[in-house]
Each structure stands twice: as C-alpha cells, then as structure tokens.
C-alpha cells in the first residue's frame, strides 16, 4: 500500500472498508496477490506500515470513523517469517458510513461482488433501516470551539437582546454532547465551512423555466449555512422588486417575495436536506413570475405531494431537527414541528394563481414563492396565455404558436397537435421557419429534435 492516502489504491482500500461497513461487514487481507490468489507476505517493517496508514485512512476520512480490527498473521514463506494483514470491518451500527476522497463525500456498498456508489434509494434504504438518528444530530470527534462560531454566536445574540448562546442551550438542541462533541449538524454552522453539502446554487432565468441555456446570472456558495442563507437572500433580493406601494391612507410595503417568507423557504430547504446524497446542492431559480427554492431528497412523510397549495396540509416535522431548532432558535423558522406560518401569514391575501406550493417527486422536493408584483400570476404550462407582438408577424396562425410555446418548449408533434395540422413539414417551413428567421421563435436542437420557444424579447404577456 502507498504511504499516500489520496493514491489511488489507498482510496480502493478505504472504499472497500467503508463498503463492508455499510452492506453485512467484512475484511481485507493485505499480503495476497489479487490475481493469482496466492500468498504474498510482508516483512515486519511492511506490516507495520500497512496497519498505521489502515488506522490513519480511517480516522481521517471515514464518518462515522471505523473502528477495525487489525491483525498481523505470521506464515513461513521461504524458509522466513512473513505476515499478512487483517483489517475486520463489523456492519456499521450508524449506517451510511461516508468516505471523504479528494474534497468530496460518497457512500459505497457491496454489490455482486464490487464496490460500488451507493444509489439515492439505496442511501435511503441504509437511513431508513439504521435505527439511528438524522444524519445531522450525529455526534464527531471534534470538540468544541467557541472561537470557530463567532458567526453563530453574534446571530444568536442578536436575536436574544445580547444574551450569550450557553454550552447547555448548546446540549439541548443536540448541537454538541454532553462531553462537549459536535454533531454533525454543528459543523454546518462554523465559520469558514467548507462541507460540500452547505453548497447552494442560485440561477436567475429571464423566462418561465430552464428552457434553454441562457440564464442571466448565477452564483454558487459554500460554507457556513448562516453566510449561504445570507447569499441566497442577497441574490434573490437583487433581482426581484422591493419597495413600496402609494395608498390612500399612505404607502404599504411591496415585494416580490417577502423577505421573512424567502428566509423560512430556505431554512426549511437546509433542514429537509438529505444530506447522505452526493454530488447534489439545494438550489434557488428566479424565474420570471416565481421563486422555486429545490432541496436534495424527498420529504419524508409525503412522498406524493405535487403542486401542494394548502400548506397547512404538508407534513411539519423537520428531517434534521438539529438544524432546525438552531434555525428556529435564532428566529429564521418556526419550530421544528411547525409548518409555514410565516409563509402562510405573508401570503394571506393573494389570490389562487399568486399563492405559494409545495412539491414532492420523490428525488427532491420544492417551495415556489410566486411574485406578487407579477400581475398575471403563475400560469399552468398547459395555457396558452393572451400575448402582445410588436410588429404583428404574418400568417393567421403565428400568434396561436407563440401563444403555445411561450410558458416553455414544445417539439413539432406538440405543435402541430395543438393547431390541428397533419403535415409536419408543411408546419417547420411555411409558420415555424418564418418566425424564427424573424426572431419570434428560439430554436434549439435536443436528441435530435427541434424545440421551439417564444422570445420574450419581441413577445410579452398581454
């Protein structure tokens, strides 16, 4: 084995423990040829280092860290002692257990023999059969620091009248053990965090979805979630309106989005995170009549909601309620076991089309905040809305497609289906050729097909 643990076979080793760990246990033998099968001893000063570089591997880059046994077996081999290496991985108690490599987190398992990435469901079915606690309220090897929650503890104070957030408020939010250890979930608010799992996404879209590549701005942070919160915020607020409304009686507050309903959507995105699943980000999109704030994993208890408009009817229990009592605790959300008041009480007097919804598909699940400047409201992708075209383009049935294909995409087949017309062909060069080379319709190749989309810029909402 390399002394190096970023190598590539001190990586195949660690991920062969951690897969054991996480499927029915089992052990690695260092000393073997792998393809002959065959004996192939070490001497005394190589099994020493095979057993230091084993326990080092493990207490740095596994979580929870494996506890193995190791054991050096004497065989003769050419007339001398040689020894081969035993490193017993037991099935882990605190399923999944997680490997860091190269900056990033994964969970392997054993499958047909192999080592492999764990799937989304299969990370599901390691939580859900564990017997343990959220990912979030499990308990590190770190100590606590005051000094590395200067952002936490001035947030709290704030919020508290300047009151000093304790070590026992501390202890019973599940933030740190009795013997002062951090859970999993306190290591999401240190200052200077560089957990891949903090990372958020914002993307602000000049139309109604992702249709295209065209996006107008985005930014990605990492760290302390109360810093990425923040962020999130600030982006969400820099493009979006915020001012005030004159009245007869004076002038209210006029928003988009109301700042305390976006700050409780994001809360909540961090708390329903699953924070097993790799490679994935809570992400925020700005579209032009809404807010759709996405978390990782989908909510537990409702696994079929889907354009959920009666918030009061989504499940309120938190997936990591560590991070939602710190959450609550200064102020950003309710309780753990509360919904969205806040939300709710924000959205009290809009009518049906401008009204927040919750949706659960299984892999991840999202809150749209629609825009209340935004007068028409959130329209179904299904409507053809009314549109204003300057100039009027020619031909009695451009308006109609415009009119289809401005809430998103649509291929041929759609197109021709909703206007009636048999002949494809006649369709692409005689109604969709003219408008694209005149800039009312974008065009882009996807699998072979050609989707169409109205520009926003020559085209708007009546």
């Known amino acids: 084995m390399s002394g190096d643990p970023d190598s590539e076979e001190g990586c195949s080793w660690l991920r062969a423990l951690v897969a054991f760990a996480n499927t029915q246990g089992g052990s690695l033998c260092v000393g073997m040829d792998s393809r002959t099968r065959m004996a192939k001893p070490l001497s005394q000063e190589e099994a020493d280092r095979v057993q230091l570089l084993a326990w080092r591997l493990l207490s740095e880059r596994s ?16 007339g001398e002692i040689g020894y081969l290496v035993e490193i017993c991985v037991e099935k882990s108690k605190r399923p999944p257990v997680v490997i860091r490599e190269r900056g990033s987190s994964a969970i392997y398992i054993r499958r047909a023999g192999r080592n492999v990435l764990a799937s989304g469901e299969e990370i599901r079915f390691l939580v859900q059969n564990s017997g343990q606690a959220a990912y979030d309220s499990l308990f590190t090897e770190e100590v606590y620091d005051p000094s590395e929650f200067r952002r936490l503890r001035k947030e709290y104070a704030k919020s508290h009248n300047g009151e000093e957030l304790s070590v026992r408020d501390l202890i019973s939010m599940g933030f740190l053990s009795p013997d002062g250890h951090l859970s999993r979930g ?23 979805d992702k249709g295209s590549d065209l996006f107008l701005a985005t930014r990605a942070r990492k760290g302390c979630l109360l810093d990425v919160i923040e962020a999130a915020l600030s982006f969400v607020r820099e493009r979006s309106a915020s001012g005030f409304r004159k009245t ?85 959300m309710e309780g753990e076991e509360s919904g969205f008041p806040r939300m709710e009480s924000a959205y009290r007097d809009a009518d049906f089309r401008h009204r927040p919804f919750f949706g659960n598909d299984g892999f991840s699940s999202a809150l749209t905040l629609p825009d209340l400047e935004y007068a ?46 048999s002949s494809a062909s006649y369709l692409r060069s005689r109604i969709l050729r003219p408008l694209v080379e005149e800039g009312y319709l974008l065009r882009r190749s996807a699998a072979g097909k050609f989707l169409y989309r109205t520009n926003p810029a020559k085209v708007t909402l009546e």
């Open 186 to 208: 306190a290591l999401l608010f240190r200052d200077g965090e560089s957990d891949p799992r903090t990372l958020l996404v914002c993307t602000h879209y000049p139309g109604f």
């Open 248 to 332: 007869e009686d004076g002038q209210v507050d006029a928003f988009s989005y109301p700042p305390m309903a976006v700050r409780e959507a994001l809360a909540h995105a961090f708390c329903q995170r699953n924070y097993y699943l790799q490679g994935r980000q809570v992400e925020v999109n700005v579209y032009r009549d809404r807010l759709e704030i996405v978390s990782p994993g989908s909510l537990p208890d409702c696994p079929d909601a889907s354009g959920e408009r009666d918030l009061g009817r989504v499940p309120p229990g938190k997936r990591n309620k560590v991070l939602a009592k710190m959450l609550s605790a200064l102020g950003m």
């Open 376 to 421: 028409p409201g959130l329209l179904s992708d299904r409507e053809s809305p009314a549109i204003v075209v300057r100039p009027a383009p020619k031909g009695a049935r451009s308006v109609p497609v415009l009119s289809f294909c401005f809430l998103r995409e649509r291929n041929i087949g759609e197109i021709a289906n909703h206007l009636g017309l």
């Open 63 to 78: 979580e929870p860290v494996l506890r193995p046994r190791i054991e050096a077996i004497p065989i003769a081999s050419k």
